[in-house]
C-alpha cells in the first residue's frame, strides 16, 4: 500500500509560478511510474503529466507543454511539479497518483493505483 500525499498548492495570480509537491510513503516509490492529474469543477478528471519510474522518460498534456516540469526524488520518495506561466484555465484541484504496473500509456486515470487526497491551484486572472 503506498499513500500519497500533495502540497503546494494555492492561490496565484495569472502568469505566476507554482511546485507541487507529492510525498510518498512506503519503499516502492522508485519503481512506480508517477502522474499528476486534475479536475476543474464539473469536468473530468485529466492528465497534466506523467514521469518513469527511474525519471529518465517525461509526459505532458499538450496544454501544459513548455509551461509545466515533472519531476522526482527517489531518495526523498517525492514528486514534484513545476507550474510556470500559470492560466486561469488552471485552475483545478491536483491529484498525484502511482502505477504499479507502469502501464504503457500514462494519460488513462484507469491505469494508476493510487491516489492522493489533491491540492487545490487557483489562478486568478
Known amino acids: 500500500q503506498v499513500q500519497l500525499v500533495e502540497s503546494g498548492g494555492g492561490l496565484v495570480q495569472a502568469g505566476g509560478s507554482l511546485r507541487l509537491s507529492c510525498a510518498a510513503s512506503g519503499r516502492t516509490f522508485s519503481s512506480y511510474t508517477m502522474g499528476w492529474f486534475r479536475q476543474a469543477p464539473g469536468k473530468e478528471r485529466e492528465f497534466v503529466a506523467a514521469?518513469?519510474?527511474?525519471?529518465?522518460?517525461?509526459y505532458y498534456a499538450d496544454s501544459v507543454k513548455g509551461r509545466f516540469a515533472i519531476s522526482r526524488d527517489n531518495v526523498k520518495n517525492t514528486m514534484y511539479l513545476q507550474m510556470n506561466s500559470l492560466k486561469p484555465e488552471d485552475t483545478a484541484v491536483y491529484y498525484c497518483?502511482?502505477?504499479?504496473?507502469?502501464?504503457?500509456?500514462?494519460?488513462?486515470?484507469?491505469?494508476?493505483?493510487?491516489w492522493g487526497q489533491g491540492t487545490q491551484v487557483t489562478v486568478s486572472s
Open positions: 497518483a502511482a502505477d504499479r504496473v507502469r502501464h504503457s500509456i500514462v494519460e488513462n486515470t484507469s491505469g494508476y493505483d493510487y
Open positions: 514521469i518513469s519510474w527511474s525519471g529518465g522518460s517525461t
